[in-house]
Each structure stands twice: as C-alpha cells, then as structure tokens.
C-alpha cells in the first residue's frame, strides 16, 4: 500500500484519481478548498503552506506519489486566479513535498490541458516562469480568458520540462497528462458561460473521438503513469484528449 497526496480531489478528474488509487488499496491525502483532509484555499500564499504542512503531517515517512491536480477553468473571475491556482500553487506544493517524494522514489503528476500547445511562449508566460507571481496577475487582467487558462497550462508544462532531469537524479519521476475535454464542473461552467460556450461547444464536438472524454479516462492514465509500470517514464506529458492535438498540430510533437 502506497501514500499519496492529491489537491482538487473533491470533483471531477480529481475524485476519480482518489476512488480508482483508494480502491487499489492506497492511502490518498486530499486537499481541497472545503472537502478534504486538509482544506486549504491554493490561491495564496498560507493556503499553500497549509497543504505542505498538512500533507507533511499526514506523510512523515514519505509520499508515493502527489497530483497537483486542483485548477480552474477561463470562465473563472478574476483572470489572476487562474494564474494562481494551475501555475504557482501547482509548482509551490509540489516543491513543498519534493523531499518526501524523495524518501521513497515517488512519482508526480501534473495535470497539465491540450490548449497549453495551442499558445506561444509570450511575457505572461515568461513571468509564471520567473516566479513573478504579482506582475504575471497584474498583466493577465489586460488579457482574454484562453490566454490565462492556456498560459497557466503551458508555463506549466515547461516548468515540467525544465525540472524533469534534476528530478529524475533524485528518483523522483515528473511527468504530467494532458486532457482535451473532460466532462467536469470546470467544462459545465465553461459551456454555461456567455462568451465561453459556444466556443467549448464547437471544441467539443471537433474531438476526432467523437466524445468528450470522462474523468475516469484521465484517472487511468494517471495511475497508469504512478505505477511501476511507468518506471522509465520522466519528463513526458502525455495527450489524453480523443486525438484533438494530433488533429491541431498535426507535425508537432
Ligand atoms: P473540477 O472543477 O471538477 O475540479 C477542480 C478541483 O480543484 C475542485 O475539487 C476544486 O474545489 C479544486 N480547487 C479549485 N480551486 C481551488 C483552490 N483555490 N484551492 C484548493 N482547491 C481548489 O475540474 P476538473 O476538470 O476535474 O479539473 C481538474 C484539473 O484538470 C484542473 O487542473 C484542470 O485545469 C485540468 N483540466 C481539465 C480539463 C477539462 O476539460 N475538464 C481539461 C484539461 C485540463
């Protein structure tokens, strides 16, 4: 039986993380703003070290595993949120728990979203990288909502591609997934949303699948990467997205 740690376990692609590793016999430490063994606001700073304490108390002998997998979506208000929630509280707790990934050889997973490829390396990205977490709130508010989500997203994964090695010196596997669209809270309120909907609707029905994906579908390449099945696997983010990026970008890879 392993120890994980997982943040936004409370709905969607997080919950079905936590039934499908609690049903394999794991312990799961969940962290989410209200429904958690540690409720924690990721939005700032003390929200923050709250879920690196609490995960701390609650793993002393080391984690197995952790899933940064608590995000919002474009509809969500102020753009900073978004920011501050996909890049720097994702980034922030994983290097909180770094050490005791390193006590027992664990695995990340970062939940990163096909639209990441979909946007370039601008200077919103650039100040995610650089750990600028004011100025990149600051100047996201002047931008459009794909923008923020998909920056979040796409600073991410570089941050991913940038740490993977020293990681993997330390035993510790970095590799995230890469959804299209899930059906979630998060994609039921961007459908619901005025300005958003029709747009997520179009996408939707584009996914050369046929369907939009389901939460599950996620959670099983997850796990898949978690497990010693993947041992080998560093520095990979993975499309989990019914073929939408191989259809987008169909040369790129
Ligand atoms: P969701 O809304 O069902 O889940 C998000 C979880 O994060 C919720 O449990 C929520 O309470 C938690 N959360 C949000 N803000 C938080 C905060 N400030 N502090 C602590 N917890 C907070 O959405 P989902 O679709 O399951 O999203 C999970 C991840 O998957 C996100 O990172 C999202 O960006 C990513 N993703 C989703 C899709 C999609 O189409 N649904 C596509 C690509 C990537």
Not at 69 to 91: D, H, M
Not at 122 to 134: A, F
Not at 187 to 207: H, N, P, R, T
Not at 223 to 241: E, N, P, Q, R, Y
Request: aromatic share 6%.
């Amino acid at each position: 039986m392993g120890t994980y740690a997982l943040t936004g376990g409370a709905t969607g692609i997080g919950a079905a993380i936590k039934v499908q590793l609690r049903d394999a016999g794991h312990q799961v430490i969940v962290v989410d703003l209200a429904e958690g063994d540690i409720c924690a606001d990721l939005s700032d700073l003390p929200g923050r070290q709250k879920a690196i304490d609490g995960i701390r108390a609650l793993a002393p002998n080391g984690l197995d595993g952790f899933i940064p997998c608590a995000g919002l979506g474009p509809s969500v208000r102020p753009l900073s949120l978004i920011s501050r929630v996909n890049y720097f509280a994702a980034v922030a707790v994983t290097e909180g728990v770094l050490d005791l990934l390193v006590r027992r050889k664990g695995s990340v997973v970062m939940i990163a979203s096909n639209s990441a490829a979909m946007v370039g390396h601008d200077d919103y990205v650039t100040l995610l990288l650089d750990d600028q977490e004011s100025a990149a709130c600051e100047l996201i508010e002047g931008k459009d909502a794909h923008t923020a989500y998909a920056g979040s997203k796409h600073a991410l994964s570089c941050w991913l591609r940038r740490n993977a090695p020293d990681y993997a010196r330390q035993g510790v596997r970095l590799n995230a997934v890469a959804p299209g669209i899930i059906d979630t809270p998060l994609s039921d309120k961007v459908l619901a949303d005025k300005d958003l909907g029709q747009i997520m609707k179009d996408f939707g029905d584009s996914v050369p699948m046929g369907a939009i994906g389901k939460p599950e579908q996620i959670a099983d390449v997850v796990c898949f990467i978690l497990s010693s099945k993947a041992s080998f696997m560093a520095g990979s983010i993975v499309f989990v997205d019914g073929g939408h990026d191989a259809m987008l970008r169909p040369d790129q890879f």
